[in-house]
């Protein structure tokens, strides 16, 4: 089932009340929370989407895989495709990248993806120019990119 209409309800509270704030939605396999930075009737910008879920509580570094999978076939429609770049054994976790970075004059931007075992999945946009550390972006989607998001993450933990 789809929790975009709860998105949406959401989207339009925070944006009524001050343009930005904590979007937090609850759903049968856990949380979906965004630290929404701008709204407005378009669209949203976002530091950190994540699902929170104990579905991932016991999770193995397989069963993280093959959720990581599920995510890169499905969110084809970001500024770039993701891809793995690590599968930490120790810290039972994965984490995809934007394959390829944008690469613009002065800084290379990319998503990441993290999926944990305890019960995570988050995205967030980072940029980093050249001899600096990188630090998180602001990620600009509409609306409805916001809500499919929310969908294929709760998709891929089902």
């Known amino acids: 089932m789809s929790i975009q209409s709860d998105i949406e309800r959401e989207l339009k509270r925070i944006q009524a009340v001050s343009g930005r704030g904590l979007l937090q939605v609850d759903c049968e396999v856990g949380r979906v929370e965004a630290d929404l930075v701008a709204v407005d009737g378009i669209g949203c910008s976002f530091q950190t989407l994540g ?3 104990s579905k991932l509580a016991g999770a193995g570094l397989d069963e993280l895989k093959e959720i990581s999978q599920k995510l890169t076939e499905k969110l084809t429609y970001l500024l770039e495709p993701i891809g793995l770049v690590e599968a930490d054994a120790d810290r039972c976790s994965i ?64």
Do not use: C, H
Request: proline content about 4%; overall charge positive; hydrophobic content about 30%.
């Open 51 to 53: 699902l929170s879920t």
């Open 95 to 158: 984490q995809l990248r934007s394959s390829p970075p944008q690469k613009g004059e002065d800084a290379t931007s990319y998503y990441e993806l993290m999926v944990r075992r305890g019960g995570d999945i988050t995205l967030s946009r980072y940029s980093k120019r050249s001899g600096q550390l990188r630090q998180i972006v602001p990620a600009n989607v509409t609306r409805e990119v916001l809500g499919r998001l929310a969908d294929d993450f709760i998709g891929a933990v089902e």
